[in-house]
């Protein structure tokens, strides 16, 4: 029997709670032994639970129990999620988490300190919800290169663009929903300005591209100046808006992350991707495009893949040493503004003469106000972009890029 301690009784730690408790059954026969929760660490304290008696405020009930070999933490946060999951380790046992954050800032530090104990350091929750796509990269693609990887990766946003674009909900009321179905942040400033999809592209490219990617070197901006004016023109233009994680590596082999709104084709899967779902499109030189779907947020659907990292732990009782990047530096990463992107553009009305004298070819995309202009652009800088929207004089109220296709 493998004794199992979660850190955290929020929306993830109950729900893994919950699996581990309800599914023993298929769970026992999955890792080949019992799975018991032994000790559940969170300040509150749940007394009608029917496990009640293994919650404990003290973390070193947890991490000085020899019996304890599993530990999922689930508490969210930097501080003290990041000393905590290191005195784990460091006392030999596995740890398998669900926090963004973490693995996005001492992912590199943390997966050596595993390593260097013989234990594991797993974290497949921590992109994607419930969806399988970061042991999919390291182990089914590991033959590959990867050049490229485009993603939904913020349940909360999508649900709230999808909200607002189907049902006409405001903002406010699309949030406030999300965050009573448990899919946002307990900040969910960290969703709407695209903080916490930054974290997840900085795990996926780290994972695709052998270095520690951190936050801080990402062009990160969220959905908060997105208007229903802009959604209904990128429509009639053929695009859907979502907001994008991204990162591919250009040619001088340095990696160009962002995280933004984009403008997606109709014609691409992302486009049609609604609710909390998420959907991650990785490209590999050997498989090309590759597409993983599913619920990026919530409960059970994020539990499910903590649970799968506790039965591999399991499994693997001396570390399965899945995942394997070394740390990083601003160096490895370009400079988004450099990089060309088209551009959707609304502005104050302008005429067709002044548009195209400023920014040469354009698509114009009818409105329905005669007092504001829209179009999309050819690829562009930002310094290109800002030198065009100066030499047209345009008074701009929203400019979100186009993914090409
Ligand atoms: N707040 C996150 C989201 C939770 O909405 O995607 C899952 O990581």
Redesign the pocket.
């Known amino acids: 029997m493998a004794k199992i301690a979660i850190i955290g009784h929020g929306v993830v730690g109950s729900g893994v709670a919950e699996l581990l408790i309800q599914h023993a059954d298929t769970i026992r026969g999955r890792a080949r032994e019992e799975l018991d929760v032994s000790r559940i660490l969170d300040l509150r304290s749940f007394p009608d639970l029917p496990y009640a008696d293994r919650f404990t405020t003290d973390f070193e009930q947890i991490v000085n129990d020899p019996e304890i070999s599993i530990v999922a933490e689930a508490m969210g946060g930097l501080h003290p999620a990041y000393e905590f999951v290191s005195r784990c380790l460091e006392a030999g046992k596995s740890v398998v988490t ?1 926090n ?1 954050e973490l693995v996005a800032e001492k992912g590199a530090a943390l997966l050596a300190l595993a390593k260097a104990h013989k234990v594991n350091f797993l974290f497949e ?5 419930g969806i399988p796509v970061l042991h999919p990269m390291m182990q089914c693609l590991a033959a590959n290169r990867f050049s490229e990887i485009s993603g939904i ?7 709230i663009l999808t909200k607002m674009i189907r049902e006409h909900m405001t903002f406010a009321d699309a949030l406030a929903l ?1 965050q009573q179905l448990g ?3 307990r900040n ?1 400033a ?2 709407v300005e695209g903080i ?2 930054c974290r ?1 592209i900085c795990i996926l490219a780290s994972i695709a591209f052998g270095h520690h990617i951190y936050p801080k070197f990402v062009h990160t901006e969220g959905i908060t100046q997105i208007a229903l004016a802009d959604v209904a023109y990128a429509d009639r233009a053929g695009y859907a808006v979502k907001l994008i994680g991204h990162a591919d590596r250009q040619p001088d082999g340095r990696v160009n992350a962002l995280v933004a709104p984009f403008l997606i084709p109709h014609g691409n899967p992302l486009s049609v991707v609604d609710d ?1 779902f ?1 959907a991650i499109m990785v490209t590999g030189d050997a498989t090309g495009d590759v597409l993983f779907y599913g619920k ?3 409960k059970l659907p ?1 539990a499910s893949a903590v649970v799968s990292d506790i039965i591999e732990c399991a499994k693997h009782p001396q570390g399965c040493d899945y995942a394997d990047w070394t740390d990083g530096d601003g160096s490895m990463v370009c400079d988004a503004a450099a990089v060309p992107y088209a551009r959707y553009l609304r502005c104050d009305a302008l005429t067709p003469d002044a548009v195209r004298a400023a920014f040469g070819e354009v698509q114009p995309i009818n409105g329905e106000s005669a007092d504001e202009t829209a179009f999309l652009t050819a690829p562009l800088t930002d310094a290109q972009l800002q030198s065009a929207i100066a030499a047209a004089h345009a008074s701009v109220r929203s400019v979100i890029r186009v993914l090409a296709h």
Do not use: C, I, Q, R
């Not at 990766?153 to 649900?159: Q, R």
């Open positions: 669900s963004k929750a921590s992109v994607g919800g990766l913020n349940g909360t946003t999508n649900f999300a899919y946002a942040e969910p960290a969703d916490d999809a997840k909390v998420n990026g947020a919530g994020t």
